[in-house]
């Protein structure tokens, strides 16, 4: 009897050591969809699809919501199972999701900048202290290690130095010229360094592991964000400017990586899922707001289809990711262990 009582109590506990950092995963993935419906919906209807002004409001309350809900889930596992943190901690690919944090912090100060410059500052400053104690941690332990091998290197180890790219989008229209070069630089040549060592690892050693495949998509990020963290500092932004040389450059190398990994799609529609398929969300918001940026610049049509297909794309992606995340919760299938 006793036994019966302590199994349901005991699956919970086991099921609280196991809800890993990777969630935070779900909350900027819904971040950036915010951030993208908001965008393209605009102000004053002056957006591309006006009509998604209201839904983009209700997706920013809805991913406030879940932040603080997978937070204060996560904030208990660490209060009640400090070892499961530290091993998290250690792991060679999970480490690198911690600045997630950070990146949602940062993500929904830009949000906020329509909204509420108030709201927007204080989330950007805890985002980026944030960002900047993580670079510091997890690049320290990138420099001098045990046991890191170059198996473990896939395009998720951009999540650390991403964060940094995206200070400025916010930093800029705070003031804070200075410090957003100092991170935008930070984050730029860590990408270019980090971006040849995942290549040179997928081309020359074992492919990665199904679990991590959906990290593929990130490749395209990093180029996306840094395009319009790059717009907002050289002021591309201002009526009658335009895309400059090095602008360019970044919005269609991340084209590329795009279409390049909507080739693979056939490949990663066959792996079981994780929670690690909310990869796929952010990198394409990152490359939806980076083409409505694009747009605002050139007025060329060919932006505003684009940035309507990349839109429809990641609102199919959602939609799936929230089925099957769903289902994965009802019959068991997350927070277990690895």
């Not at 099921?15 to 819904?30: D, E, K, P, W, Y």
């Not at 747009?295 to 060329?300: D, G, I, P, Q, R």
């Not at 060919?302 to 990641?314: H, P, S």
């Amino acid at each position: 009897m006793n036994s019966q009582a302590a199994s349901p109590a005991g699956e919970s506990s086991l099921r609280l050591r196991n809800f890993h950092i990777t969630f935070f995963a779900i909350v900027l993935g819904m971040a950036g969809f915010s951030l993208a419906l908001q965008k393209v919906g605009g102000h004053d209807g002056k957006g591309i699809l006006p009509v998604l002004e209201a839904p983009a409001a209700v997706f920013v309350y809805l991913t406030i919501a879940l932040f603080v809900l997978i937070g204060i889930v996560y904030l208990f596992k660490a209060v009640r199972y400090p070892d499961a943190v530290k091993k998290e901690l250690k792991h060679p690919v999970k480490v690198n999701f911690f600045p997630l944090i950070a990146k949602v912090f940062l993500v929904m100060s830009v949000v906020f900048l329509d909204r509420d410059m108030g709201i927007s500052y204080n989330l950007w400053v805890v985002g980026t202290v944030l960002q900047f104690v993580a670079s510091l941690v997890i690049i320290s332990v990138w420099i001098r290690h045990t046991h890191f091998k170059i198996e473990h290197v896939t395009p998720g180890w951009f999540i650390p130095i991403v964060g940094s790219i995206i200070v400025p989008i916010a930093g800029v229209p705070h003031g804070f010229i200075e410090v957003s070069w100092f991170f935008f630089s930070v984050g730029l040549v860590f990408w270019l360094a980090l971006f040849t060592i995942v290549l040179y690892r997928m081309m020359f050693y074992s492919p990665i592991p199904d679990r991590l495949l959906p990290t593929l998509f990130i490749l395209f990020a990093p180029p996306a964000i840094g395009f319009i963290a790059y717009a907002k500092l050289a002021g591309l932004m201002a009526d009658g400017a335009g895309p400059d040389a090095f602008a360019r450059i970044l919005y269609y190398f991340s084209l590329f990586m795009f279409i390049l990994i909507l080739f693979k799609v056939q490949i990663l529609a066959k792996i079981n899922f994780y929670l690690s398929w909310w990869a796929y969300s952010f990198p394409l918001a990152a490359k939806t707001l980076a083409t409505v940026v694009m747009l605002h610049m050139t007025n060329a049509a060919i932006f505003r289809n684009i940035a309507l297909v990349e839109l429809g794309l990641l609102a199919l992606v959602i939609v799936m990711l929230v089925v099957v995340t769903l289902k994965a919760i009802i019959n068991s299938e997350i927070c277990v262990e690895d």
